[in-house]
């Protein structure tokens, strides 16, 4: 039986096509929205039908609700799947959906809002005994407040924006004597970036890992884990590289790990695909820091070792059907790895490159995926984020993966933007990343000239 007829997807790009094919996969009826800037976006003819819904600005296209909605109303859908980033954290668009009677592919109204605010997940992560960063119980009111804890649980400290996300509204004070500026700083950022300057504060974990556990919980209570992701590799808060499993989870902390992120859902009443965000210190101690409610662009990573399609549950979630696996059908097999191929320069700082791609030559062959929407003959729009699409491998072994990799990184070719490629053909060579030695500062230690 199929969960849907027909779903509109509320996105772009290689999500919106990702999206589509596990729609076609299950005899559902798909529908593309467009922006005048995608309006040759490959993703389009994948679809059964397409809309426009406006200009070229994300304002007011792909994050105007009521443009969407109208689309969806117009081509009598049952569902919205709004993929990653745009709506797809966003409680009022869910609470809408909900309200025009649409199911909204993703958790409940309740579950973005609560996850959503940090302070609020780091409180009901305390109270389901998943390890936290030391640090204060709740919001921060004032400055002598902040001092007290910070004292209490020992400098250095970071102060973290509750609505903050990408880095933003986040400040370190190593010491006493500096704790009132980079509190300040990270009140009036927040209150910018976000309009809410609330913060909270943590110990600051130096050099972590950080590793995601993937979740799938249904409308009945039922949660399972599909072991971790390590992202360590990011450069100013944007993921380069993701791999499954992380070179640093053995057997017995994956199922304490996945047990807290099991706990943690179960306890906000979580339902659909989500993401347990946890650092990793050098001592192998992990603590819990954010709940991502979305699919995430690296989910297909975990596809590979689980064999399990997540957008595809998410959908049969969204329906109402119960979860098709049991934890003990988890298995995690081999080692897969993800590399973002954006349109940027990497010898100018990654500044986007958009422009006309001339020619384009996917990579292939045995253990290789590549989910882009970029041909020969795309226009990378400037409009939206820099992504072209993920080459992802799946091997035995990690160092199967990482020669598979660099194969596939040598085969793709993309003319007429500058992309991504040749930089993680350095980084798939470099002896630290070899031997898995990452954490989250590796990008600017050992890559970036300063
Ligand atoms: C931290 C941390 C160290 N200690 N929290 C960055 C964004 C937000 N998602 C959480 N982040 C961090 N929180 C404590 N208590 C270091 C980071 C961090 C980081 C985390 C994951 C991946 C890359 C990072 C890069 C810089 C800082």
Same mark, same amino acid.
């Given at each position: 039986?199929?969960?849907?007829?027909?779903?509109?997807?509320?996105?772009?790009?290689?999500?919106?096509?990702?999206?589509?094919?596990?729609?076609?996969?299950?005899?559902?009826?798909? #529908?593309? +929205?467009?922006? @005048?800037?995608?309006?040759?976006?490959?993703?389009?003819?994948?679809?059964?039908?397409?809309?426009?819904?406006?200009?070229?600005?994300?304002?007011?296209?792909?994050?105007?609700?009521?443009?969407?909605?109208?689309?969806?109303?117009?081509?009598?859908?049952?569902?919205?799947?709004?993929?990653?980033?745009?709506?797809? @954290?966003?409680?009022?668009?869910?609470?809408?959906?909900?309200?025009?009677?649409?199911?909204?592919?993703?958790?409940?109204?309740?579950?973005?809002?609560?996850?959503?605010?940090?302070?609020?997940?780091?409180?009901?992560?305390?109270?389901? &005994?998943?390890? +936290?960063?030391?640090?204060?119980?709740?919001?921060?009111?004032? &400055?002598?407040?902040?001092?007290?804890?910070?004292?209490?649980?020992?400098?250095?400290?970071?102060?973290?924006?509750?609505?903050?996300?990408?880095?933003?509204?986040?400040?370190?004070?190593?010491? &006493?004597?500096?704790? +009132?500026?980079?509190?300040?700083?990270?009140?009036?950022?927040?209150?910018?970036?976000?309009?809410?300057?609330? #913060?909270?504060?943590?110990?600051?974990?130096?050099?972590?890992?950080? +590793? &995601?556990?993937?979740?799938?919980?249904?409308?009945?209570?039922?949660?399972?884990?599909?072991?971790?992701?390590?992202?360590?590799?990011?450069?100013?808060?944007?993921?380069?590289?993701?791999?499954?499993?992380?070179?640093?989870?053995?057997?017995?902390?994956?199922?304490?790990?996945?047990?807290?992120?099991?706990?943690?859902?179960?306890?906000?009443?979580?339902?659909?695909?989500?993401?347990?965000?946890?650092?990793?210190?050098?001592?192998?101690?992990?603590?819990?820091?954010?709940?991502?409610?979305?699919?995430?662009?690296?989910?297909?990573?975990?596809?590979? #070792?689980?064999?399990?399609?997540?957008?595809?549950?998410?959908?049969?979630?969204?329906?109402?059907?119960?979860?098709?696996?049991?934890?003990?059908?988890?298995?995690?097999?081999?080692?897969?790895?993800?590399?973002?191929?954006?349109?940027?320069?990497?010898?100018?700082?990654?500044?986007?490159?958009?422009?006309?791609?001339?020619?384009?030559?996917?990579?292939?062959?045995?253990?290789?995926?590549?989910?882009?929407?970029?041909?020969?003959?795309?226009?990378?729009?400037?409009?939206?984020?820099?992504?072209?699409?993920?080459?992802? #491998?799946?091997?035995?072994?990690?160092?199967?993966?990482?020669?598979?990799?660099?194969?596939?990184?040598?085969?793709?070719?993309?003319?007429?933007?500058?992309?991504?490629?040749?930089?993680?053909?350095?980084?798939?060579?470099?002896?630290?990343?070899?031997?898995?030695?990452?954490?989250?500062?590796?990008?600017?230690?050992?890559?970036?000239?300063?």
């Amino acid at each position: 039986m199929k969960p849907f007829s027909r779903i509109l997807v509320a996105n772009r790009g290689e999500i919106a096509q990702r999206v589509i094919r596990a729609c076609r996969e299950l005899g559902i009826e798909s #529908v593309a +929205v467009y922006s @005048e800037a995608d309006r040759h976006a490959s993703y389009l003819d994948l679809a059964d039908h397409k809309v426009c819904i406006g200009p070229a600005p994300s304002l007011n296209s792909y994050l105007d609700i009521s443009k969407i909605i109208a689309a969806a109303e117009i081509t009598d859908v049952e569902a919205i799947h709004p993929g990653y980033g745009f709506l797809s @954290e966003n409680p009022q668009f869910a609470e809408i959906c909900q309200s025009c009677r649409i199911q909204f592919i993703g958790p409940t109204v309740d579950n973005i809002r609560q996850l959503g605010d940090k302070a609020m997940a780091r409180e009901l992560a305390m109270a389901s &005994e998943v390890p +936290v960063v030391p640090g204060s119980p709740e919001i921060v009111e004032d &400055e002598e407040e902040g001092l007290r804890i910070s004292r209490e649980i020992g400098f250095p400290v970071l102060i973290k924006a509750v609505a903050g996300g990408g880095g933003r509204g986040m400040r370190i004070a190593r010491e &006493e004597s500096t704790f +009132v500026a980079a509190y300040q700083a990270a009140r009036t950022e927040a209150a910018n970036a976000f309009k809410n300057s609330d #913060v909270y504060i943590e110990k600051l974990i130096e050099k972590p890992r950080h +590793v &995601e556990i993937q979740i799938l919980a249904d409308s009945y209570g039922s949660v399972i884990h599909l072991g971790e992701r390590d992202c360590s590799l990011q450069r100013r808060h944007q993921k380069l590289v993701e791999e499954s499993p992380s070179p640093a989870v053995d057997d017995d902390l994956r199922a304490r790990m996945g047990a807290s992120a099991v706990n943690l859902a179960k306890a906000s009443g979580y339902r659909g695909a989500g993401t347990v965000e946890f650092l990793l210190d050098r001592e192998g101690n992990y603590y819990f820091i954010e709940m991502n409610t979305r699919i995430q662009v690296e989910h297909p990573v975990t596809e590979m #070792v689980t064999g399990i399609d997540l957008v595809q549950e998410q959908i049969r979630i969204a329906s109402g059907v119960p979860l098709r696996y049991r934890q003990e059908d988890i298995k995690i097999n081999g080692h897969a790895m993800e590399c973002r191929i954006n349109a940027e320069d990497p010898s100018r700082d990654f500044a986007p490159s958009p422009g006309k791609i001339v020619d384009f030559r996917a990579p292939g062959g045995m253990g290789v995926r590549l989910d882009s929407h970029a041909y020969s003959g795309y226009t990378v729009p400037s409009n939206y984020d820099s992504l072209l699409g993920k080459l992802i #491998v799946h091997r035995d072994t990690r160092e199967e993966a990482i020669l598979t990799m660099r194969r596939a990184l040598d085969e793709f070719t993309i003319e007429g933007v500058h992309t991504t490629i040749p930089f993680y053909s350095e980084v798939l060579q470099h002896f630290h990343f070899v031997k898995g030695n990452l954490d989250t500062g590796f990008i600017e230690e050992y890559l970036i000239d300063a």
